[in-house]
């Protein structure tokens, strides 16, 4: 099992930055992806930006140019700078990971508990 703990939410002002984290722990086989969701109340859950073991990473259109996803391999740890936010970037914003085993090629999905982002206008 593999635990994911989330930080960094919280209330900022339009145009402000945040910047969240998740660290990975327990008995992990090797992280092949860790990302970050949101969802908005009343909306679907959105892929926000991933980034994978091979150093390559994706965005949503809607937060390319203002928001930056890094690892830190050796932490297992994921952060999601967040700069010139908006009053739509108001979500809460859920840590993925995808653990892989590598005698079988499986892959476990987790889920962070959330980290609420608000952004006032």
């Known amino acids: 099992q593999v635990q994911l703990v989330e930080s960094g939410g919280g209330l900022v002002q339009a145009g402000g930055s945040l910047r969240l984290s998740c660290a990975a722990s327990?008995?992990?086989?090797?992280?092949?992806?860790m990302g970050w969701y949101r969802q908005a109340p009343g909306k679907q859950r959105e892929l926000v930006a991933i980034s994978t073991s091979g150093g390559s990473t994706n965005y949503a259109d809607s937060v390319k140019g203002r928001f930056t996803i890094s690892r830190d391999n050796a932490k297992n740890t994921v952060y999601l700078q967040m700069d010139s936010l908006k009053p739509e970037d108001t979500a809460v914003y859920y840590c993925n990971a995808i653990d892989r085993d590598p005698t079988t090629g499986w892959g476990y999905d987790y889920w962070g508990q959330g980290t609420q982002v608000t952004v006032s206008s």
């Open positions: 327990g008995s992990i086989f090797s992280i092949s992806a």
